[in-house]
């Protein structure tokens, strides 16, 4: 959980305040061992058809466990886990957060904190019950977020630190004597002051928030114990800047968790963290928990790096690491860098403003990596886990630091879209990691009435930007003081109104259904981290931040829409030991081209370090493309220059240019026709603009793609249509076939129609409605067993998979492979149609007569409804009879009604095969034929072959469908949920039966 958006400004305000790269690679050094000495991760064995039916505990979603702190029981927290296990998860991540008790009074920091031995008594449950279920179990590095200890107090050198400015003006020649300026914002009371200067104010310098400074001005004016007297010379206004080092007395969010109360640590040094790991040394490894953890195959985690502070985030050895670092004093550059309510105050002329704050910030994200990350990285090895983190919030290079962590995660609340996702997965893949955890769900005021529709239509996307990994938000613990029916939630009440996200868990009605579910997600994150992955260009990404919505010119918006894919990489990120050029390919991920911009935080600026720039020059004559977008002529290195550095630069820049593998241009438009200049395309190609999303992961010979009909940027208009079009997926191995790989059934079946292009690949049909995803794998044929069975096959069924004759084209409906491997012609009405073979012929089928749909629109329905109980929850059974389906409100004994509802129909069948297409639900749906429990329904479009299970005669269908608890919470607790709106809950339809005929062709 987060604060959304905090540091993310439109472009503008983006340009002047965000800093951008300096010279050299200064991290490199750290960050080799992510990659030399990441901890060896379970191998990803080859997917077989019945691996990915039923795929392993490692790949499942996993939830965020919110616990009251210590008010656990052991008891519970097994339960709990066996909940978990059951529904199909693979982990949990433990965490203190209780943000909807507001009455703290009714907590116990002292006996019952986060770090208490009863704390530890239910950390070592859920380790002991998770091993013998096969979970994972991760911790939270702290309490709530962020990561603080109960051992410091705001002015401990380990804890958080700010540095505060205060000013008083000084008009030419007058004297000043008195007191240091105070602080301009209030703040821990304790304080040092560090410097006081003079600056001359400069109005051409001005904008129209920032006070203009003339910077040859400034200089160093003597204290005498807390009062200063100072002249300022004739000419011009004079400010006196005073600057105050002082804690920031941050807490962990919505405390107290601990006793006594714990504090924010410094995330820039290294006292901060190892306060951290001295905390959980002596307080939180017990003997058992240490055991535990090594057999958890676990993780500590930190939350996004929320430091909150109305002045500048500080750490006391800043000034001697940024001239050990940069090459020169910070103290000159201070007025520029310090902040205001998180606003800067002061600025020099506009180029020297933002190439200071640029090495400031550049400083602050390498110590932020080295001190924290990379240290909390080793020690967790050293416990035999991983680091997990969401490495942003703050103004640093969060590519960076994604190739440091074990796992990086992002987060769909504060995400603006799959650029976002694609800055960490590019740091992921180029360093070579596996794993891009998301934090999926946390909606404002979702709380009981978030469908898992939405969940699924917003993740869709996300894991075509590279996410393998899904951590839902949340699982809330069953109880807490003073928590109302129906339970515990960490984040509702919310400000005493429906809160964030969801509590799910067994108080949920959709729960019922929770196995379709997670074995969807466990499935695409399976094939999500086979191989390896497959990306057409990586953008280089001068300014390291996400969570910002800043995208990649013309690839985000036109190179996506037509089957380009896309990652961002830093500088940093150029020198690893993975980022070599094989074959004209770069890294693992094997971009094809590298494309080079402005700085897009910075007004489109083409800065450069020294340092990339011969990284470029390197491997563009090892034979990698290069794109420059822009005017390079007149290249800056990104911060304040030495002199001579602007003049190599543009050297190194002109050497680049002359390359055979390097082309220029001035405009986005010109992109395209650049890449196509060096032979560049991409992997997969259609020929009209799309919303189809995908991602390429190459595992030996076999290509999986994963399809998504998604948009790029949420909460867009229009919304997203259905798409249906021809698809062009290149392909490894020249006699790869297709197979279709279905999340939600487990089935894998080898596609039927498709045309083989030779080189270019395989070109097949793809029908997506909004949301839905399909998986296609392609491979030598028999990999998968034969087209109808969802096992491997013998070699028997390798040979005859390896002989058959596909579809090529039809003006049928469908073409599939029957299970004795014939081809079958399948249409909605009757006549004659063509279909033309792989082997040349062309065949005619002849489908006889297809009886109309049929709209089913008689049902008993029989409502189990959860509401309060004196014991929990408590189910009241409605039964009722339907003439036409209708919402649950529009039924009076429903109106308010949550539960689980079934819906059956009785009708007399002629024994053809046909679809089940249930039209509109709410939420989640089972469905049952003649007592036969069907396979998982595609929640995002809920149609079902149902082939020949309708028998001649009398036929039984059901329909299970569970909703979410805000009906019924509407009236039950209407102080905190009243002002919720009455959800369409149900089968809402229409719902009908469309019969289909089926031939063999020819």
């Known amino acids: 959980m987060n604060d959304p958006t905090r540091h993310d400004l439109p472009p503008a305000e983006l340009s002047r305040t965000f800093p951008l790269t300096r010279r050299g690679f200064l991290s490199l050094g750290v960050l080799a061992p992510a990659v030399l000495g990441a901890l060896p991760g379970p191998a990803s064995p080859a997917v077989s ?12 979603p996993m939830v965020r466990w919110w616990w009251p702190d210590g008010h656990v029981d052991p008891a519970e927290i097994r339960r709990e886990v066996n909940q978990l296990a059951d529904a199909g998860f693979g982990g949990a991540e433990i965490a203190a957060v209780h943000h909807s008790i507001r009455d703290k009074s009714l907590l116990d920091p002292a006996g019952h904190g986060w770090g208490s031995p009863v704390w530890n008594a239910g950390v070592e449950a859920a380790l002991d019950q998770a091993a013998r279920r096969g979970l994972s179990i991760d911790l939270t590095i702290g309490p709530s977020w962020p990561a603080a200890v109960p051992t410091i107090t705001p002015g401990h050198p380990a804890a958080a630190k700010e540095l505060a400015h205060g000013s008083v003006a000084v008009a030419a020649g007058a004297r000043y004597a008195g007191p240091v300026p105070p602080p301009a914002v209030d703040g821990e009371p304790v304080r040092e002051l560090l410097l006081v200067q003079a600056a001359r104010i400069e109005p051409a310098h001005s904008t129209r928030d920032e006070t203009g400074l003339d910077p040859s001005s400034v200089t160093t004016v003597p204290v005498n114990g807390d009062n200063l007297t100072w002249t300022a010379p004739a000419e011009g206004e004079w400010l006196l800047i005073s600057y105050w080092q002082r804690g920031t007395g941050q807490r962990p969010e919505s405390g107290p968790h601990t006793a006594p109360e714990s504090y924010v640590v410094d995330h820039f040094s290294r006292a901060g963290t190892q306060a951290v790991i001295d905390y959980w040394t002596s307080e939180l490894l017990t003997p058992a928990v240490r055991g535990l953890l090594r057999r958890s195959g676990g993780a500590l985690f930190e939350d996004s790096i929320e430091i909150e502070s109305d002045a500048l985030p500080w750490t006391p050895d800043l000034p001697a690491e940024f001239e050990r670092r940069r090459g020169y004093a910070l103290a000159p550059y201070l007025p520029v860098v310090v902040l205001a ?64 962590l074990d796992v990086p995660e992002g987060e769909s609340l504060g995400f603006k879209n799959l650029d976002d996702y694609r800055c960490l997965a590019g740091g992921r893949d180029l360093a070579g990691g596996e794993v891009l955890s998301c934090e999926a769900g946390a909606y404002q005021g979702g709380a009981y009435t978030t469908t898992w529709r939405k969940l699924l ?32 939630a960490a984040f509702t009440p919310y400000d005493g109104k429906a809160g964030y996200a969801e509590s799910w868990g067994p108080r949920q009605p959709t729960w019922t259904h929770i196995h379709d579910v997670s074995r969807y997600f466990a499935r695409i994150h399976l094939i999500m981290r086979q191989g390896v992955p497959r990306v057409d260009v990586a ?55 590298l494309l080079v911009e402005g700085d897009r935080f910075y007004a489109g600026e083409c800065t450069m370090t020294l340092a990339t720039a011969r990284r470029l020059l390197e491997l563009a004559r090892a034979g990698l493309p290069v794109v420059l977008l822009g005017d390079w002529s007149a290249a800056s290195v990104p911060g304040v220059p030495r002199d001579g550095d602007d003049e190599r630069l543009r050297a190194l820049v002109s050497s680049l240019t002359s390359e055979p593998t390097v082309r220029t241009v001035a405009a986005q438009t010109d992109v395209p026709a650049a890449l196509a200049s060096l032979g560049v395309r991409p992997d997969v190609r259609y020929a009209t603009p799309s919303t189809l999303l995908t991602l390429r992961r190459v595992d030996g010979d076999v290509d999986y793609y994963y399809l998504c009909n998604g948009r790029h940027q949420e909460n867009v208009k229009p919304p997203v249509a259905p798409i249906d079009h021809e698809v062009t997926l290149a392909r490894t191995d020249r006699d790869g076939v297709p197979y279709l790989l279905d999340p939600w059934t487990g089935r894998v079946t080898r596609v039927a129609l498709y045309a083989d292009d030779g080189q270019e690949g395989v070109r097949l049909r793809v029908a997506l409605r909004p949301g839905q995803a399909r998986i296609v794998a392609i491979a030598r044929p028999g990999l998968f067993g034969t087209p109808a069975s969802p096992g491997p096959s013998g070699p028997s069924g390798a040979r005859a998979a390896g002989a058959r004759t596909h579809a090529t084209s039809t003006d049928a409906d469908q073409v599939t492979f029957s299970p004795a491997g014939r081809l079958l012609v399948r249409a909605a009405r009757p006549g004659t149609y063509t279909t033309t073979l792989s082997d040349g012929r062309t065949v005619t089928t002849v489908i006889g007569p297809v009886a109309a749909p049929v709209e089913l629109t008689s049902w008993w329905l029989r409502v189990e409804s959860w509401g309060p109980g004196p014991a929990g929850t408590a189910k009241t059974v409605h039964t009722v009879q339907l003439d036409r389906l209708v919402p649950w409100p529009e039924i009076p004994e429903l109106a308010d009604a949550s539960g689980v509802g079934t819906y059956t129909a009785r009708l007399d069948w002629d024994g053809s095969p046909a679809y089940l297409e249930l039209g509109e639900v709410t939420d989640t749906c089972r469905v049952t034929v003649n007592g036969r429990r069907l396979d998982p329904v595609d929640q995002l479009h809920p149609v079902i072959d149902l082939g020949s299970r309708l028998r001649r005669g009398s036929n039984t ?22 002002g919720l709106t009455r959800q369409p809950y149900g089968l809402l339809g229409p719902a009908r039966l469309v019969p289909y005929g089926e031939a063999a062709a020819g």
């Open 49 to 60: 058809a019945g691996r990915f039916a039923r795929p392993p505990a490692g790949v499942r």
């Open 341 to 404: 309510d998180e606003d800067p105050v002061f600025a020099y002329d506009a180029v020297l403003t933002r190439h200071a704050r640029k090495d400031f910030w550049d400083t602050v994200s390498e110590l932020l990596n080295e001190h924290h990350f990379i240290r909390l990285r080793d020690w967790a090895r050293s416990l035999g886990l991983r680091l997990r983190a969401q490495p942003y919030g703050l103004r640093t290079d969060a590519i960076e630091a994604a190739a440091i």
């Open 457 to 488: 239509l917003t993740m869709g996307g996300a894991y075509a930007a590279g996410l393998n990994q899904t951590v839902l938000h949340g699982f809330s613990y069953a109880s807490a003081p003073g928590a109302a029916w129906p339970g515990f």
């Open 539 to 593: 953008v280089l990404r001068q300014t390291g931040y996400t969570k910002t919505g800043i995208g990649a010119s013309w690839f985000t918006a036109s190179g996506v829409p037509t089957g380009w894919t896309h990652q961002f990489v830093s500088g940093p990120l150029l020198g690893l030991p993975t980022a070599r050029v094989r074959d004209g390919r770069l890294g693992g991920p094997a971009y094809k081209a």
């Open 957 to 978: 269908v059901e329909v299970e469908v569970a909703t979410p608890l805000g009906n019924r919470l509407r009236v039950a607790d209407p102080e905190v949920y009243g």
